[in-house]
């Protein structure tokens, strides 16, 4: 009968990811963190949620850092989601450059040049994809099971 929603189906349907859009500017770090701390389902460990945290922060500041041109005008977008046993972050910026993590570990005195390094530790995934129109995203994701039985944030 048309109009009448089916039964459900055994596999559940995907939910949509969240997503923010915000200037590319120093202060939309935090304000980036903040949104997948309230994202974050209530099951998820004060580590877990302090490691998604963290890549959050490393990959919004390398898109704000590298991959826009003019602050003023730039946005930057973060998408969050669980699936596939992981919790996926996506940054995405309108540079054209292809991020991957220096060749060298950066000296103890540099005062940059470890965010890579930083998300390739964090991540049991990453990747980065060019966007169709303009720019790129860059993915990483956390699996589910390093999820600890403790669950306060």
Known sequence: MPGTPSSPSPSPIPAIPAHWRFPAQLPSVAQARGAIAAALPATCSRQLSFE??????????????????????????????????????AVSDPGAGNPTPPSTVPSPDAIDGRGLFLVDA???????????????????????????????R
């Open 122 to 152: 964090l991540s049991d995934a990453w990747g980065v994809s060019k966007r169709a129109v303009r720019g790129k995203s860059v993915i990483a994701g956390i699996r589910v099971s390093r999820n600890s039985a403790t669950t306060d």
């Open 52 to 89: 998604l945290r963290l890549l959050t922060s490393e990959l919004v500041t390398n898109a704000i850092q590298h991959g826009t041109r003019h602050p003023d005008d730039d946005m930057i977008e973060l998408f969050f989601w669980t699936a596939d046993g992981h919790h996926w972050l």
